[in-house]
């Protein structure tokens, strides 16, 4: 228990030497992230692509169907999907058929799970969005920026 804190504490030590204080609060956005491991194959791509999409699919889980945002378990950025079926992150490029993959809810308790390379491809967008050009015209005052920033404020919450 730390006394200055008022709550337990777990002091993480590797190879006898104090590495974390706070293991938990030090490594809370493990604990409490969707996380995928995976071998780099290339931790620095020679062509990366420029349209990329965050990773959001279901959770591999027999009988589970919520759609997680992924993050990487080693460098704990968000998982991108390239359109290509490699992933990326700041560690690199891997491609999609060496990613196992561990959704947070508390009942999913088995660990790192993969899914079946033909399922995990029907799940990934084929190609990136179709880009489209509103114009949106009209006097002072009559909400024009109001109306961008609700739809940027309802397009962040979709993704």
Not at 134 to 157: A, D, P, Q, R, Y
Request: proline share 7%; net charge negative; glycine share 6%.
């Amino acid at each position: 228990m730390d006394k200055s804190s008022g709550y337990p504490v777990i002091h993480h030590y590797v190879n006898g030497k104090l590495d974390s204080n706070d293991y938990y609060n030090a490594n809370k956005i493990l604990f409490t992230s969707n996380l995928v491991k995976f071998d780099v194959s290339n931790p620095k791509p020679k062509e990366d692509p420029s349209e990329k999409t965050r990773l959001l699919i279901p959770c591999p889980q027999a009988n589970c169907s919520t759609y997680c945002n992924w993050r990487c378990f080693k460098c704990q950025q968000d998982i991108e999907y390239g359109y290509n079926r490699y992933l990326y992150c700041g560690c690199g490029e891997s491609s999609i058929a060496h990613c196992k993959f561990k959704c947070s809810d508390p009942r999913h308790n088995e660990g790192y799970i993969s899914f079946e390379l033909n399922t995990l491809i029907d799940l990934l967008p084929p190609a990136p969005p179709e880009e489209i050009n509103i114009l949106l015209l009209g006097e002072t005052g009559v909400g024009k920026s109001t109306f961008i920033m609700l739809l940027l404020i309802i397009l962040n919450l979709i993704h």
